[in-house]
């Protein structure tokens, strides 16, 4: 059984910081590609971030240089540090654990709620 839980979101003022984690059971996160998502309203899903389990990451042209992906192989635990917010940045974020370097699984959490906006 597969749980996500996506937590630390919340309303920030544009320039500011939030660091999201995700509580992963189920899934050993050491050895799948782990992704950050998020979707606006009105909006596609749109791929954030994402690191191999060898630990190279990627990022969204949108995000490059202000966030970072990370993961604590230990707790099991996935991390997306926010930096530099806009409001365009505005989303819900799901993490999960990808069947391939480009492919999401079926697996989602409930997501956490990012606004941006002053």
């Known amino acids: 059984q597969v749980q996500l839980v996506e937590s630390g979101g919340g309303l920030v003022q544009p320039g500011g910081s939030l660091r999201l984690s995700c509580a992963v059971s189920?899934?050993?996160?050491?050895?799948?590609?782990m992704g950050w998502f998020r979707q606006a309203p009105g909006k596609e899903r749109e791929l954030v971030a994402r690191?191999?389990?060898?630990?190279?990451?990627n990022y969204g042209d949108s995000v490059k240089d202000r966030f970072t992906i990370s993961r604590d192989n230990a707790k099991n635990t996935v991390y997306l540090q926010m930096n530099s917010l806009k409001p365009e940045d505005t989303a819900v974020y799901f993490c999960?654990?990808?069947?391939?370097?480009?492919?999401?699984?079926?697996?989602w959490g409930q997501g956490a709620q990012v606004a941006v906006s002053s």
């Open positions: 999960n654990p990808m069947g391939t370097w480009r492919t999401p699984s079926d697996y």
């Open positions: 189920g899934i050993n996160v050491s050895i799948v590609t």
């Open positions: 690191i191999a389990s060898a630990g190279y990451t």
